[in-house]
């Protein structure tokens, strides 16, 4: 069994290599659930859409968001009758969400997750980490935000100065998944908003020690491969680089994968693991994700 912890862009594109060379049954993947809430009456579990999304082929990778080739007139209509919507749900989209709110009154996060993954024919295994609503605040030089509002009102432009989330329960199945695994993948996602709300469930840390365990690193030089993430390192004092990410992780650790161009900081990164790996880590097509994916794999 292989474990896979993840976000809704890095990661996913992992996936999507994995995918091809491990036994989709022995996949586990768990999904940050963050960002989880309530938007238009629908129930909104971006990163968790886009885990489904992607194991089954249908992720619109454009974006790491939705289905692709989707259309949107319910959106457009929303717009018309001055109700325009924060979130842009495509209408594909839509059903899955509007399912997955109907199926949550009777059955719970996971359980319903569970029901569209075989809708969708995954074998693989998909579960939230935590079936509870997490509280997010942002602080930054505008004020306090919600993570949504800082990341589509905002486009992620304020300075992050902090931020703060609440402890949630993991899900019953978190702590089995990892303990039943010979390997722990950390993808490439972002550490503070996507990793770290993992990593912070109780019991989740301490599983990771008796696992190998492995990161890839979503920081090339200085910068994320995309997104904010340097903006919630920051805030946090964590070196925006694969040194930072190798401290964060280091307790846990046994082997981090960063890029070529990342080469010259080896000792440095050694420090707070015992195997640094270099390789192409940017995934523009699939044979990247493939190979990244071997390389993780077949040691
Ligand atoms: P979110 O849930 O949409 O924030 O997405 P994630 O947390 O899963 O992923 C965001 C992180 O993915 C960013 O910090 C990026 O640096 C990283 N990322 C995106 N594409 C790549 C890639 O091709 N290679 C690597 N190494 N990291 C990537």
């Known amino acids: 069994?292989?474990?896979?912890?993840?976000g809704g862009t890095g990661t996913p594109k992992l996936l999507q290599g994995l995918k091809e060379i491990v036994n989709p049954k022995e996949l586990t993947i768990?999904?940050?659930?963050?960002?989880n809430n309530y938007f238009s009456g629908v129930y909104?579990?971006?990163?968790?859409?886009?885990?489904?999304?992607?194991?089954?082929?249908?992720?619109?990778e454009d974006l790491w968001y939705g289905i692709k080739g989707d259309t949107f007139i319910t959106n457009k209509k929303l717009d018309e009758l001055g109700s325009p919507e924060l979130l842009r749900i495509g209408d594909n989209d839509r059903a899955f969400k509007i399912q997955k709110t109907q199926l949550m009154r009777e059955y719970g996060?996971?359980?319903?997750?569970?029901?569209?993954?075989?809708?969708?024919?995954?074998?693989?295994?998909?579960i939230p980490m935590s079936e509870e609503q997490s509280e997010v605040s942002i602080i930054t030089?505008?004020?306090?935000?919600?993570?949504?509002?800082?990341?589509?009102?905002?486009?992620?432009?304020?300075?992050v100065l902090d931020i703060k989330f609440s402890n949630v329960s993991p899900y019953k199945g978190v702590i089995k998944a990892i303990k039943k695994s010979e390997m722990i993948i950390i993808g490439p996602s972002n550490p503070i908003t996507s990793i770290l709300p993992i990593l912070s469930?109780?019991?989740?840390?301490?599983?990771?020690?008796?696992?190998?365990v492995v990161a890839v690193s979503p920081i090339i030089g200085e910068n994320p491969v995309s997104g904010p993430?340097?903006?919630f390192m920051k805030a946090l004092n964590i070196d925006v680089s694969?040194?930072?990410?190798?401290?964060?992780?280091?307790?846990?650790?046994d082997e981090i994968i960063v890029d070529n161009k990342d080469n010259k900081l080896k000792d440095q990164i050694g420090k707070y693991v015992n195997k640094v790996t270099i390789t192409n880590t940017i995934m523009n097509d699939l044979e990247d994700k493939r190979n990244l994916s071997e390389l993780i794999i077949n040691k």
């Not at 694969?242 to 650790?253: E, K, M, P, R, V």
């Open 44 to 60: 909104v579990s971006a990163d968790i859409d886009t885990v489904l999304y992607t194991m089954a082929d249908i992720i619109n």
């Open 242 to 253: 694969s040194i930072g990410i190798a401290s964060l992780y280091g307790d846990f650790l």
């Open 201 to 212: 469930l109780e019991g989740v840390k301490e599983a990771l020690k008796d696992c190998y």
């Open 141 to 159: 030089d505008i004020g306090e935000l919600n993570f949504h509002d800082f990341l589509i009102k905002y486009q992620s432009k304020p300075e």
């Open 109 to 126: 996060l996971a359980d319903s997750v569970d029901i569209q993954a075989k809708k969708l024919d995954i074998k693989s295994k998909i």
């Open 1 to 6: 069994m292989i474990t896979v912890l993840s």
């Open 229 to 231: 993430a340097s903006k």
């Open 30 to 35: 768990i999904v940050n659930t963050l960002e």
